[in-house]
Antibody
Framework: EVQLLESGGVLVQPGGSLRLSCAATGFTFSNYDMSWVRQAPGKGLEWVSTIRGNGDTTYYADSVKGRFTISRDNSKNTLFLEMNSLRAEDTAVYYC?????????????WGQGTMVTVSS | EIVLTQSPATLSLSPGERATLSCRASQSVSSYLAWYQQIPGQAPRLLIYDASNRATGIPARFSGSGSGTDFTLTISSLEPEDFAVYYCQQRGNWPLTFGGGTKVEIK
């Protein structure tokens, strides 16, 4: 079964750090660019970051540039998001998703999301 | 950054009615626009890619049109499971951006 499973979301204090993981099963992970998308409570979707399939190129939203780092381990079929200097406005459900070029680079597979809460 | 403006914010319709959702881009994104459906508590689901192509398994009542800066998602006859929030997303330029969403609610 094709699946993405996020983990690592917790309650963290402002200024703290966190690493999210996304485990992929059921497809050839290294063939896909991957993204993180977040959704603050009651709000819309916000793209956070994307990494190419071979990991050589990364892209970030201005809101997280310099604080977040996306990476992947293709040998373990896992995507990561290292989050530093966390702020209250980073509170959100974080989804990992594929970028499928069979669908024009749109995201056809999504995880169920992991909740990150930044609060003192 | 390309800003996507979706309208209306809320659409109140009855099952069986036609829904027309709009997404306007602040500059041309060619045909590089996707539509997603999100039911509360669930992850988004891809409906349409490259403006007018249905993703695998998406019913024919969903259709997309447009290019450049103006795009439309049409649901020809609303089914009970279609009441949800719909988002457009562009991949024409970095950063990728989403619209603010249109909520389709039961009238």
């Amino acid at each position: 079964e094709v699946q993405l499973l996020e983990s690592g979301g917790v309650l963290v204090q402002p200024g703290g750090s966190l690493r999210l993981s996304c485990a992929a099963t059921g497809f050839t992970f290294s063939n896909y660019d991957m993204s993180w998308v977040r959704q603050a409570p009651g709000k819309g979707l916000e793209w956070v970051s994307t990494i190419r399939g071979n990991g050589d190129t990364t892209y970030y939203a201005d809101s997280v540039k310099g604080r977040f780092t996306i990476s992947r381990d293709n040998s373990k079929n896992t995507l990561f998001l290292e989050m530093n200097s966390l702020r209250a406005e980073d509170t959100a459900v974080y989804y990992c998703a594929t970028r499928n070029w069979n669908y024009g680079g749109a995201s056809d597979i999504w995880g169920q999301g992991t909740m990150v809460t930044v609060s003192s | 950054e390309i800003v996507l403006t979706q309208s209306p914010a809320t659409l109140s319709l009855s099952p069986g009615e036609r829904a027309t959702l709009s997404c306007r881009a602040s500059q041309s994104v060619s045909s590089y626009l996707a539509w997603y459906q999100q039911i509360p508590g669930q992850a988004p689901r891809l409906l349409i890619y490259d403006a007018s192509n249905r993703a695998t398994g998406i019913p024919a009542r969903f259709s997309g049109s447009g290019s450049g800066t103006d795009f439309t998602l049409t649901i020809s006859s609303l089914e009970p499971e279609d009441f949800a929030v719909y988002y457009c997303q562009q991949r024409g330029n970095w950063p990728l951006t989403f619209g603010g969403g249109t909520k389709v609610e039961i009238k």
